[in-house]
């Protein structure tokens, strides 16, 4: 069965600092998607990023990127520049199988 | 406010008892998901529907239905409650089928509590 850790409850960071957030996961699938999803206080869920297994290429979006290491079942994400409006929770999410198995989250502070 | 909204707020009920959930989705959102949210197992994805048909199914227990009307509101019936269903039950939206690759809209949640 899959499953994902994410062993950060809580994170702060200072604003304009580099901050990252790590998740393991575990599947015996070889071909999946993984995510991070933010959860701000209005209660959306935004996809921030997403990876496709087979790519050894790390994703990046902005000032959102991942470290993608598939044999360590570990896919981190890293925010430089940290703005206010990142504080949110955040949520890493393995997608296999059509299947999508959420983290417990980190809560992320920025400090001004 | 997202533009999703979930009754009722808050249900008290007992075991071996069934209630029903009402989610309306936001205005033009064809997509809706349920998810339960608990202390102890997190944020777990329960099912979507797409424009009144199924379209993922999660950890969801048998005991547990849902359907997605003409108009688009959707309803998730939890029957033969255990001790253990008590969680935040929360609806999202979103407007298209690309399952969890776009941003889901949540609704306030509701509260279940089992006793």
């Known amino acids: 069965a899959q499953t994902v850790t994410q062993s950060q409850p809580e994170m702060s960071v200072q604003e304009a600092e580099t901050v990252t957030l790590s998740c393991t996961y575990d599947?015996?699938?070889?071909?999946?998607?993984l995510f991070w999803y933010k959860q701000p206080p209005s209660r959306q869920m935004i996809l921030v990023i997403r990876q496709e297994a087979y790519k050894q290429q790390n994703a990046t979006e902005n000032r959102f990127s991942v470290n993608f290491q598939k044999a360590a079942k570990s896919f981190s994400l890293k925010i430089s520049d940290s703005q206010l409006g990142d504080a949110a929770m955040y949520f890493c999410?393995?997608?296999?199988?059509?299947?999508?198995?959420f983290g417990k989250g980190t809560r992320l502070h920025i400090l001004p | 406010d997202s533009g999703v909204t979930q009754t009722p707020k808050h249900l008290i009920t007992a075991t071996g008892q069934r209630v029903t959930l009402r989610c309306s989705p936001r205005s033009g959102d064809l997509s809706v998901y349920w998810y339960q949210q608990s202390l102890d197992q997190g944020l777990q994805f329960l099912i979507q529907y797409y424009n009144g048909e199924e379209r993922a199914k999660g950890n969801i227990l048998e005991r547990f239905s849902a359907q997605q009307f003409p108009d688009l509101h959707s309803e998730l019936n939890l029957s033969s409650l255990e001790l253990g269903d008590s969680a935040l039950y929360f609806c999202?939206?979103?407007?298209?089928?690309?399952?969890?690759?776009?941003?889901?809209?949540f609704g306030p949640g509701t509260r279940l509590l089992v006793l």
């Open positions: 999202a939206s979103s407007p298209g089928t690309s399952a969890f690759q776009e941003t889901q809209y």
């Open positions: 999410a393995p997608f296999v199988n059509d299947k999508i198995i």
């Open positions: 599947t015996s699938e070889s071909d999946y998607y």
